[in-house]
Each structure stands twice: as structure tokens, then as C-alpha cells.
């Protein structure tokens, strides 16, 4: 799944950028109404110069050709156009200026292709661009000069846009100012509100996490009643709902535990008597062994199920003492090889060089941890048939290895090997509980269980336990 950034910054990015791209497409809609406003207001009144213009000198000028085109010369070199910033000019049939209001022009070609057309055409035509003669942006509006039915030229109305580019300039600025502070109080208000959305989808999501890791019963403080409080409310629900379902199978496991103590109690007592029987036959002490080892295996597991009520009520306690653990591992693993040497697993303890100290610790807890671990290592990884036991003393911390030389554990499974009542697809025997006490009491000694693959195959549990607690 693609994360970009959040959902607080997708939310603003699709947002802004959905309102950037309207406010420009307005901006630039709105810039160009007033530039074809202004444009159009320029050329409207350049047109009614050149048409009232051109109308004086053909009704009321009744002369000789020479005097007529004169007349006309005369008006133009008389015309004030400089507040206005507009040039009158009169264009000979050759397409030269033959007289303007600005002086500095005359005999200069404009260039410009609304000259030919309105004295070919004899209309008004209209040029905007580039002047050829400056380089400047200009209006230019042409009318055609007729004497006696005959073009003798044109006159023509010339000013700059730069005022008018301008204006339209200051409004397209106009225009994106706005926008800017549109995107400003959008991005504001829109960054305020998803704070709160987001500020309770995170209370959500880490009250979702606590009851996936296993902390149930706790509840979400809703202060809205919309999507997001329904959604709280119901994972309070739920939340409720588990943990009731959690009490009743923690109570349901511990009395069933407690019946269990007593009936295995007296069957491991009558066992070890009648074992005590010399006169038995071979084949019935067999069958008693059996029903001993059988026994005692259910008693342990009665004790993992009793261990691990106390650890989901909150009542698993340490009885914490000075204590040898280099002695407590030893002792329980000379203890536990000679009953996988009946097995044919090799149980082989790797003596340390390091000295180890005592430690603040609860023996009897730990003792059961490593008990676990190795009957663990003999039941996934027997087949290797050999297992390997070591203690050492690094950075302050006791340490403890024991690796199989089994199939190892899937990758994907690894991180699940620690949670309660899980198995994956292992075919041995057991409960799935036993690695969660194992956790659990080696937590409440500040201490780390790992599992890992070890090269060559095989699985490899580390336990670490402080030194100084």
C-alpha cells in the first residue's frame, strides 16, 4: 500500500491543488474579460477618431486633389493627441508617412498590414502588435483618404497598449493575490480541521493497536457524535466484548486448571507407589511408566494454563532473590539431557570462560523459562537430534543460547512464535502458551527473548537478563 506523506498532507495537497487550479483558470478567465474589455474600449474609440476624421475631410474639403491631400496634412501636423498618447497619421499611397503629429515619423514606412487592406478595401481596419518602426505593442485603426471616388491614401490613429498591458497586468495581479490568500485560509482552516480528524483517527488507531497487542477493555473518549465517534464507539464495543470474553476464559481456564491439580496429583502419586513395586512385570511397569510420563506432562501443562491466568490478571508475581544462575541453568540442563538422552537427542552444554555473576532474580521463574525453551528445542527440532545449551556474561547482561539443529521456524512466522496460543504449522504437541509465560516472565525481569534462525538451520533463542536491576 502506497503511503504518501499521511493523511493530513494528502488532504491539503488534493485540496489545494484542486482549488490552485480553479483560482488560475479564473484568474486567467477574469484577466482576459478585462483585457478584451479594455482592448475593445481602446479600439472602439480609435475607430470613432478615424471614422469622424475621415468623414470631415471627405464632406466638408471640396478642393483640387493637391489641395485636398495638403488640407488633410495640414490637420494632421495641427492635431494634439499627446495627452491622450495618440498620433494621428497621414500614409501616402506608397505607404509612407507623409504626415504625423509626431514629426520624428514622417517618411518612415509603418509595415503594418491594416494600411493595404483599408485603402484596398476602403473600410476601417485594426492592427494590434508589434510596431515594426519601435519594437513597442500599439492600436493602430486605418481609414482610407478618397477624393472624388479615388484612394489617395489613408489616415491613421496610432497609440501604445503599454497603458493598457498595464492595467491588465495589475488585474491578472489582482486576480492571483486573491487566490493566494484564498489558498491561505483554506490551507488554515482546512489544516485546523483535519488536526481534529486526525487527532482522533490517531486516539482510535493506538487504542486499536493496545487490543491487538492484548490490552482489552479500553475505551476511546468520544466528544462528537459523527462517523468517527460511531466508529469509536463501536471499537469501545468491542473492546468491552473482548475483555469480557477474556475474563470469562481466563476464569474458565483457571478452575478448569485447579480441578485438574487434583486428580493429577493423586494419579502421579499412585504411579511413583506402584513403580515402587519390585515384584511387577516388565510389561505393566511399561504401561505405569507411561502413565507416569503422560501424567506429568499434563501437569505441566496445567501449570503453563495456571501461569498464564495469573499473567493475563495481572497476578504473575517474582519472589526476587540473590541468586546463582549459572548454577540454576546447569542444574536444569544436566537435569533435562538425561531425559532427551532417552530420546536420542544429545544435549550438549558449552561451558563459559567468563565469570558470571549473581543476580537479583527469580530462580524458580527462570528455571521454568529455560525448562520451556528446551523442551521446546526438543519438540520442533528433534529431529536434529542434537541441541546445544550455553550461558555467558556480555555488556552487563547474562545470556543465554540454546539453539536445534531442527527445520528452523518460516520467516513469516517468527514474529508471531511469542503470541499466545499460537502454533503455526508445527505438528507437536502443546499448548502455544508456553513461549508467551516465557516472554512474559523474562520481561518482568527487564530482560529480552528473541528467536531467530540460526545459520546452518535450526532455530536459536536468546535470553537476556540485566545484570543490574
Known amino acids: 500500500m502506497k503511503r504518501i506523506g499521511g493523511l493530513r498532507k494528502r488532504w491539503l495537497a488534493n485540496t489545494l491543488s484542486i482549488i490552485f487550479a480553479l483560482g488560475v483558470v479564473c484568474a486567467l478567465v477574469i484577466t482576459a474579460a478585462f483585457a478584451m474589455y479594455y482592448y475593445a474600449d481602446l479600439e472602439s474609440d480609435l475607430r470613432f477618431r478615424a471614422k469622424t476624421t475621415a468623414s470631415l475631410f471627405a464632406d466638408y474639403i471640396n478642393e483640387s486633389n493637391s489641395e485636398f491631400y495638403d488640407s488633410c496634412m495640414s490637420y494632421t501636423q495641427g492635431f494634439d493627441g499627446a495627452a491622450e498618447k495618440v498620433q494621428l497619421q497621414i500614409i501616402d499611397i506608397q505607404g509612407y508617412i507623409a504626415a504625423s503629429s509626431a514629426s520624428n515619423w514622417v517618411n518612415l514606412p509603418p509595415e503594418t498590414p491594416e494600411i493595404p487592406r483599408a485603402m484596398n478595401n476602403r473600410t476601417l481596419e485594426v492592427y494590434l502588435g508589434e510596431d515594426p518602426i519601435t519594437g513597442a505593442r500599439i492600436m493602430a485603426v486605418s481609414a482610407p483618404l478618397v477624393f472624388e471616388d479615388e484612394v489617395v491614401g489613408a489616415l491613421r490613429y496610432v497609440t501604445p497598449t503599454r497603458q493598457v498591458d498595464r492595467r491588465i497586468i495589475f488585474v491578472g495581479l489582482i486576480c492571483f493575490a486573491v487566490l493566494a490568500v484564498v489558498l491561505a485560509v483554506v490551507a488554515v482552516s482546512s489544516d485546523f480541521f483535519i488536526r481534529t480528524i486526525m487527532r482522533q483517527v490517531r486516539e482510535i488507531t493506538d487504542t486499536a493497536r493496545r487490543i491487538a497487542n492484548g490490552t482489552y477493555g479500553v475505551q476511546i473518549q468520544t466528544r462528537y457524535a459523527d462517523e468517527i465517534g460511531q466508529l469509536a464507539e463501536t471499537i469501545n464495543e468491542l473492546s468491552g466484548k473482548i475483555s469480557q470474553n477474556e475474563r470469562m476464559q481466563a476464569e474458565f481456564i483457571s478452575q478448569l486448571s485447579h480441578e485438574l491439580r487434583t486428580p493429577l496429583t493423586a494419579i502421579n502419586g499412585w504411579t511413583e507407589t506402584l513403580l515402587a513395586d519390585q515384584s511387577m512385570d516388565a510389561d505393566t511397569r511399561q504401561g505405569i511408566k507411561i502413565i507416569s510420563g503422560e501424567a506429568k506432562r499434563l501437569t505441566e501443562m496445567v501449570v503453563d494454563l495456571l501461569d498464564f491466568t495469573r499473567m493475563q490478571d495481572g497476578r504473575m508475581t517474582l519472589n526476587v532473590e ?31 570462560e567468563s565469570d558470571i555473576p549473581e543476580i537479583s532474580c527469580d530462580p524458580k521463574r527462570l528455571r521454568q523459562v529455560f525448562l520451556n525453551i528446551l523442551d521446546n528445542a526438543a519438540k520442533h527440532g528433534g529431529a536434529g537430534k542434537r541441541i546445544e545449551a550455553a550461558i555467558t556474561y556480555e555488556d552487563e547482561q547474562v545470556v543465554v543460547r540454546i539453539r536445534d539443529f531442527g527445520p528452523g521456524i518460516p520467516e513469516d512466522e517468527i514474529p508471531l512464535v511469542k503470541k499466545k496460543f499460537y502454533k503455526g504449522n508445527s505438528s507437536a504437541r502443546g ?39
Open 431 to 469: 499448548t502455544g502458551i508456553g513461549l508467551a509465560v516465557c516472554d512474559e516472565i523474562v520481561q518482568m525481569h527487564d530482560g529480552t527473548l528473541t528467536l531467530e534462525n540460526a545459520q546452518g538451520g535450526g532455530t536459536l533463542v536468546t535470553v537476556r537478563i540485566p545484570a543490574t536491576q
Open 322 to 352: 540473590q541468586a546463582d544462575i549459572l548454577s540454576e541453568f546447569e542444574e536444569t540442563v544436566f537435569m533435562y539431557g538425561s531425559r532427551l538422552a532417552q530420546d536420542g537427542i544429545d544435549l550438549q552444554y558449552i561451558e563459559t
